[in-house]
């Protein structure tokens, strides 16, 4: 018997359903922050669904004995719209940036973590490593769709409140995003007006 072959379409199973049913919620948060905007409630949905690519991540995280030394991941911000992150409770190491201050975020038992992402207004982020315990989570990465531009909301800009940014074909966003993050640097610098 091909017990391999067996685990992996299970797993295979699992994630796609997983990602499906996380999907529903993408889709509420980004009806949610439209309306929220006063854009058009399918503004963001209509970015992120048609040919939008998601991605999911399988992290572990070892521990590791000096915590003072190495990262678990380094700061970043999400690509993307929107970060739907499953976390192990009770253990912690996830981090968000706020005014200069890094927080710690905690998982509770039975909750997701939503990260808006970098083409709506993604919080920079980190992991520290635990010295005794190993950590595991999965993310989701909702992207947006390849035939769309980013931009600034037309519906958020007047005579007072102008663009910050320069327009992005999605393509070309993806196709440089992960090559600025290597380098540590970000591509919306290089779109600022
Ligand atoms: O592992 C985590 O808790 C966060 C990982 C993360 O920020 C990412 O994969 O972008
Ligand atoms: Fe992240």
Redesign the pocket.
């Known amino acids: 018997m091909n017990m391999g072959f067996e685990r992996d379409h299970f797993y295979r199973d699992v994630l796609l359903q997983y990602a499906s049913r996380t999907k529903i919620i993408k889709d509420c948060i980004m009806g949610a922050l439209a309306n929220l905007l006063e854009l058009d409630e399918d503004y963001f949905i209509n970015r992120t669904t048609t040919r939008a690519r998601a991605l999911a ?1 399988l ?1 572990y ?1 070892p521990p590791c004995p000096r915590p003072d030394l190495v990262s ?2 380094k700061p ?1 911000y ?1 690509g993307g719209a929107l ?1 739907i ?1 499953f ?1 192990e409770e009770n253990v912690g ?2 981090q968000v940036l706020r005014n200069g201050k890094w927080y710690n975020i905690l998982a509770k038992p039975y909750t997701l973590l939503i ?1 808006i992402a970098e083409c709506i207004e993604s919080p920079p ?1 980190r ?1 520290l490593t635990n010295a005794e315990k190993e ?1 595991t ?1 999965v ?1 989701i ?1 909702y992207g947006v769709d390849v035939e769309t531009v980013v931009e600034p909301a037309p519906g958020l800009l007047d005579e007072k409140r102008l663009a910050r940014f320069k327009k992005i074909k999605a393509e070309d966003y993806y196709g440089t995003v992960f090559g600025h993050f290597r380098q540590g640097k970000r591509l919306i610098n290089t779109l600022i007006i």
């Open positions: 991540r992290g995280y678990g991941f970043h999400d970060s992150l976390v190491g996830l990260n982020h992991v950590r989570s993310a990465f």
